[in-house]
T-cell receptor, first 117, second 114 residues
Framework: GAGVSQSPSNKVTEKGKDVELRCDPISGHTALYWYRQSLGQGLEFLIYFQGNSAPDKSGLPSDRFSAERTGGSVSTLTIQRTQQEDSAVYLC???????????????FGPGTRLTVL | AQSVTQLDSHVSVSEGTPVLLRCNYSSSYSPSLFWYVQHPNKGLQLLLKYTSAATLVKGINGFEAEFKKSETSFHLTKPSAHMSDAAEYFCVVSGSRGNTPLVFGKGTRLSVIA
């Protein structure tokens, strides 16, 4: 009965390094979202997976950002060649898919705080 | 495109007095609207949601919000503030159906004074 989990909870990296952030959605949720929360920009959508459909990448800020979702469950957000402006809290959320009685309600994980030095 | 505007970045109230956090939305079709709360160092929690049913929506911890289409508003209220209500509150909009990404307001920080 666990909620959405994310790892690591904190990540400190040096500018130019690559980082991977992990999200485990609630079991049975077919939709998975990544958001970013930063001081200057508030909460922004990054990318969205729904079942086996092609992901909606319209929120990714640059081609240094990418995400995968393997087996329709766990997702990994990868940031290549990190920059200081990538410092933020990265939030993952999941929800039930189309046709479910409760739609659009997204359940959020605790986030990963990324600090780029 | 959809958007929400939270009219106050910071609201301060005394314990036991009413809370009003204001939100206006913009949407080209019938939206779903939400209020989320974020306590310090904690995750986002859904307070309440409007999805085209009753316009007065009741949520957790005594909060409620009223959807007013004519005013494009979805203000959050609570009759009596408690110290534990101090947190950041986000007004959020998404599409009317299905699973679409949420669009967040900038947030309103609520302070409760003893």
């Amino acid at each position: 009965g666990a909620g959405v989990s994310q790892s690591p909870s904190n990540k400190v990296t040096e500018k130019g390094k690559d980082v991977e952030l992990r999200c485990d959605p609630i079991s049975g949720h077919t939709a998975l979202y990544w958001y970013r929360q930063s001081l200057g920009q508030g909460l922004e959508f990054l990318i969205y997976f729904q079942g086996n459909s092609a992901p909606d990448k319209s929120g990714l800020p640059s081609d240094r950002f990418s995400a995968e979702r393997t087996g329709g469950s766990v997702s990994t957000l990868t940031i290549q060649r990190t920059q200081q402006e990538d410092s933020a809290v990265y939030l993952c959320a999941s929800s039930l898919g189309w046709g479910a009685r409760t739609y659009n309600e997204q359940f959020f994980g605790p986030g990963t705080r990324l600090t780029v030095l | 495109a959809q958007s929400v505007t939270q009219l106050d970045s910071h609201v301060s109230v005394s314990e036991g007095t009413p809370v009003l956090l204001r939100c206006n939305y913009s949407s080209s079709y019938s939206p779903s609207l939400f209020w989320y709360v974020q306590h310090p160092n904690k995750g986002l929690q859904l307070l309440l949601k409007y999805t085209s049913a009753a316009t007065l929506v009741k949520g957790i911890n005594g909060f409620e919000a009223e959807f007013k289409k004519s005013e494009t508003s979805f203000h959050l209220t609570k009759p009596s503030a408690h110290m534990s209500d101090a947190a950041e509150y986000f007004c959020v909009v998404s599409g009317s159906r299905g699973n679409t990404p949420l669009v967040f307001g900038k947030g309103t920080r609520l302070s409760v004074i003893a």
